[in-house]
C-alpha cells in the first residue's frame, strides 16, 4: 500500500536531515517489489514562512495535514523569530491539536560511537523515555501583567495541568510498552516533594496503574535524583515516564549519553489513530551547523524506523535500525560523534548498508 506523508523540514538542519530520512525511506520502497510505497508532500512552514507571511503555518494547516498517514518533521526555530513564537505556532500546535499525548524517545548505545558514560564499554544502555506530550508544564497557562502581586516589576505566572485521564493514559502507555520489552520496569519520575499538587496526583496515578501491572517492576524518583541516575546506574533503567518538561530534559541528557543529540528518535503519537502521528528527531534546528552538511541524520532516520513501526511495517524498521548499526560500526560518523562524514555520506552509507 502507499502511505501518504507530509513532510515538514521546517528551519535549519531540519531540511537537512529530512532530506536523508527520505532518501533512506524511499530507497527502501524502491526495494520492496511494489509492497508499499511512500508518497511525499512538502510543506514549506517554519521560520523564514513566518518572515514572508507572518504565520508558522497555514491557517487551514491542520486541515491540510489531518489526511496524511503522518507526519514527518525536521525541526523549528531560527534566530531571527522568538522560539517560543515559532515552537508554540507549529510543533506544540501539531502535538496538541492532533492529541499526540505519547511523545516516545528511545535512547541506546549504537556500535562505534563513545558515549561520555564512564563505564561505556561494559555498561548497556537501552531505555526509552515516554514523555507526556499534551499538558504539564506545557499546557499553555497563565499570563503577563499580573500586577499587585510579588516585590514589584512585572509578574508572570506559568501553570502546569495535570489531569488524571492524562497522567493515566501515559502511563498505561509506559506499562504496556515495558511488557514489551526484556526488562519490565517502569521508572516515574516528578518532583513532587516541591510541586505539591500536580506531581502528587501523578504519584497517585501512578500507585493506581501500577497495581494493574504487577509483574512489571516499578520505581518513583525525583527528577533531580533521575538526572543523576542516568549518569551513574543507566542499566537499572528501561521504561521512564516523565512529564512533559522533565521528559523532555532527561531525554536530551539521554541522547547526549548515547553519544550525541544528532542521534535520537522520537515519535509524537496519537494511538488512537484518530489524528495522524508525527515523527521528527529529538534535536533542535542546530543554526551553529546549519546549512553546511555537517547535521547528523541518524536520529531523524532512527524517527523514519519508528514511523514504519506505526505503519506496521516492523521488519523494514528492523532492517532501519540494523543499517543504522551497521553504518556507526563501520566508523562512517559525522563530527557530533568524533568522525568527519557528511550528511550526504551517512545517507549513502545508510542506502548502501540496506542492500547489504
Ligand atoms: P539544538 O538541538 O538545535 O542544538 C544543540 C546542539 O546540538 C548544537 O550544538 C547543535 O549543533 C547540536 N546538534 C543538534 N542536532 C544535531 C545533529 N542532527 N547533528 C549534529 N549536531 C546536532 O538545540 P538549541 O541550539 O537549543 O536550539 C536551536 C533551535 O531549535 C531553537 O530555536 C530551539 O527553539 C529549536 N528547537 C526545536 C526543537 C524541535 O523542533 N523539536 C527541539 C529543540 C530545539
Ligand atoms: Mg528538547
Not at 526555530?77 to 510543533?91: A, N, Q, Y
Not at 563530527?335 to 545508510?350: F, H, N, Q
Request: charged share 20%; hydrophobic share 45%; net charge negative.
Amino acid at each position: 500500500r502507499t502511505f501518504r506523508i507530509a513532510a515538514i523540514p521546517a528551519d535549519g538542519v531540519g531540511s537537512e536531515v529530512v532530506a536523508a530520512g527520505r532518501a533512506v525511506l524511499d530507497a527502501l520502497a524502491a526495494d520492496s517489489q511494489g509492497a508499499f510505497a511512500f508518497e511525499w508532500q512538502e510543506f514549506p512552514w517554519g521560520c523564514g514562512y513566518y518572515e514572508r507571511t507572518g504565520k508558522m503555518m497555514d491557517d487551514d494547516g491542520l486541515e491540510q495535514l489531518k489526511e496524511f498517514d503522518a507526519i514527518y518533521f525536521g525541526a523549528v526555530g531560527w534566530p531571527t523569530v522568538p522560539d517560543h513564537i515559532s515552537l508554540w505556532g507549529l510543533r506544540l500546535k501539531i502535538c496538541q491539536s492532533f492529541d499526540q499525548w505519547a511523545n516516545v524517545r528511545p535512547v541506546h548505545f549504537l556500535p562505534g560511537i563513545t558515549s561520555p558514560l564512564r563505564k561505556a564499554d561494559d555498561t548497556d544502555l537501552d531505555w526509552v523515555v515516554v514523555r507526556e506530550n499534551s499538558e504539564g508544564e506545557y499546557a499553555g497557562l497563565g499570563g503577563r501583567n499580573l500586577a499587585g502581586r510579588g516585590p514589584g516589576g512585572e509578574v508572570a505566572l506559568q501553570s502546569a495541568l495535570f489531569t488524571e485521564v492524562g497522567c493515566e493514559r501515559i502511563m498505561r502507555y509506559a506499562f504496556d510498552l515495558a511488557r514489551t520489552r526484556t526488562r519490565r520496569k517502569v521508572s516515574s519520575v516528578t518532583k513532587s516533594n516541591a510541586q505539591q499538587y500536580g506531581m502528587v496526583l501523578w504519584d497517585d496515578v501512578f500507585k493506581r496503574v501500577a497495581a494493574d501491572y504487577p509483574d512489571v517492576e516499578t520505581e518513583s524518583v525525583l527528577v533531580d535524583a533521575m538526572a543523576a541516575k542516568f549518569v551513574l546506574r543507566p542499566e537499572d533503567l528501561s521504561v521512564v515516564v516523565a512529564s512533559n518538561l522533565n521528559a523532555d530534559i532527561l531525554s536530551d541528557l539521554g541522547s547526549a549519553l548515547a553519544g550525541s543529540l544528532g542521534l535520537a528518535a522520537s515519535a509524537n503519537l496519537n494511538p488512537e489513530r484518530r489524528f495522524p502521528s508525527m515523527f521528527e528527531p529529538v534535536h533542535g534546528s542546530a543554526p551553529d551547523i546549519a546549512g553546511q552538511g555537517l547535521a547528523n541524520p541518524i536520529g531523524a532516520v532512527g524517527s523514519a524506523a519508528l514511523m514504519l513501526e506505526h505503519f506496521g511495517l516492523p521488519d523494514q524498521a528492523a532492517r532501519l535500525h540494523k543499517a543504522i548499526e551497521a553504518t556507526t560500526a563501520a566508523g562512517v560518523l559525522t563530527r557530533d560523534i568524533a568522525g568527519t562524514a557528511s550528511t550526504e555520506d551517512v545517507t549513502k552509507a545508510l542506502i548502501d548498508a540496506l542492500g547489504a
